[in-house]
């Protein structure tokens, strides 16, 4: 696996990047509803209610999706390689998308009225949680194949700038319509709260919308042909394994600059994350914003995200994704360090959305960056090894978010432990080299 290898691509037929994007779109309904912003709070809150005195229903959430993260880890980078060979890539999306979808429909039989039905939804959110990276995995693959590589940052920036429209919409439409107010009932569309039955038909209309969003991309986007040869072809699971080892043995010994990338985005992706896990939490605990100011920040956080996520495509295209990434941790590095000894609603609003600004380039140039590297018919593989090195290092923001809170006492200096991972990151960036251009 070689960078010389690969070849200029040519991009998909036309509409194929606005069909490719819905699916970001439409994946905002699991990302910021359901795993974010509504249902896991349900879950954690309401239903976790229902569980026996003493039951952290938080920490019993969080220990399934550790859980599901590890399954992603071991098993994506194989599930990349088998579609690859297999030439099943967008076979291989539309079956994760809509084992998805089908869970998602599934989490309205969650109610809160009984401890069983915790455990059912922590089982459904777990298993989706799977479900979901496995189709993405296959989704960032399909990156290659809509896009040139002279304008794949533009078109990345594009993908990810419609998933953060897509939960600004998604996320103010369940909001008026199904939760805000008080009373036996709820939201404008004036849904009973009884059963939890307000959040249930939530988990619904999040379904509907991406199942909806994503049937564009399941459609349009073309299959890849099979890269079946003698030396890599169809095997059993244990094979697969095997295979991956040496792949990633002879990734080590002829690419060193993609397994160096993989592990630096791994970690500054993790920050990059703790801004939004932890956001929440600090707007509350340490500046003063109410409960309900918290959903409007979001709702404005994702919007500079997308503006970001737009600018830093066009800019990706012209001087690389390298020196994007490398901007946008470095200027939030310093916001951080603004954000940590300043006080009071009104200075969070201005740093932390300038934060949140440089968090869409960052991420769109990651996976724009990786494309660049990918030899051609080799992009499923690499994006599960992306997957797989993510979830190797998820536990860095929580655990220096912990390590600085416990240490002081205090929430504010979580903000030092993200901008701690932030630098890490992109010094291990330093040492990797930019993708080389095509001409």
């Keep these: 696996m070689t960078i010389a290898a690969q070849k200029p691509r040519s991009a998909a037929g036309s509409g194929s990047v606005g069909a490719w994007a819905f699916w970001d779109w439409g994946s905002a309904a699991f990302n910021a509803v359901l795993v974010t912003f509504i249902f896991s709070v349900y879950l954690t809150d309401s239903v976790g209610a229902t569980l026996p005195e003493g039951s952290n229903a938080t920490s019993l959430y969080s220990m399934a999706v550790a859980i599901a993260g590890v399954i992603v880890a071991v098993v994506a980078p194989v599930m990349g390689r088998r579609s690859d060979i297999r030439g099943t890539r967008r076979r291989s ?151 991956l080892i040496d792949q990633i043995r002879g990734l080590w010994r002829t690419d060193r600059n993609a397994v160096f990338f993989l592990i630096a985005s791994a970690v500054f992706r993790d920050g990059l994350t703790g801004v939004f896990t932890f956001g929440a939490i600090l707007a509350v605990t340490v500046y003063g914003i109410s409960a309900g100011d918290v959903l409007l920040f979001g709702v404005a956080a994702n919007v500079v995200s997308a503006l970001g996520a737009l600018l830093g495509g066009f800019l990706d295209d012209r001087i690389g994704p390298r020196p994007i990434i490398l901007v946008s941790l470095f200027l939030m590095i310093i916001d951080a360090l603004i954000l940590y000894l300043v006080d009071g609603p009104l200075m969070f609003w201005i740093s932390g959305l300038v934060l949140c600004a440089f968090v869409g380039p960052a991420q769109s140039a990651s996976r724009s960056f990786l494309s660049r590297l990918s030899p051609e018919g080799q992009e499923g593989q690499l994006f599960g090894l992306y997957a797989t090195t993510g979830r190797a290092v998820s536990w860095m923001a929580p655990a220096l978010f912990g390590l600085f809170v416990g240490f002081t006492g205090d929430d504010r200096t979580g903000i030092l432990g993200i901008a701690l991972l932030l630098l890490l990151g992109a010094l291990l960036l330093l040492g990797v080299k930019s993708p080389p251009k095509v001409h």
Excluded at 116 to 121: A, E, H, R, S
Excluded at 159 to 179: A, D, E, N, P
């Design 93 to 243: 999306l539309r079956t994760w998308t809509l084992i998805t979808v089908g869970l998602m429909f599934a989490l309205f039989t969650v109610h809160n009225t009984d401890p069983m039905y915790f455990w059912l939804g922590v089982f459904i959110m777990a298993v989706a949680n799977v479900t979901f990276e496995f189709a993405e995995v296959q989704y960032y693959a399909q990156l290659s194949q809509i896009s040139t590589r002279e304008n794949v940052g533009k078109i990345s920036g594009f993908g990810w700038s419609m998933g953060y429209f897509g939960g600004i919409i998604l996320l103010l439409l369940c909001y008026f319509g199904f939760v805000a107010g008080s009373g036996e009932t709820r939201g404008f569309l004036g849904i009973p709260i009884e059963n939890g039955l307000n959040i249930r038909l939530v988990a619904v209309f999040a379904a509907a919308w991406f199942l909806v969003s994503a049937i564009p991309a399941l459609l349009k986007i073309p299959e890849i042909e099979p890269q079946v040869t003698e030396e890599r072809r169809p095997r059993g699971i244990i094979a697969a394994y095997a295979d």
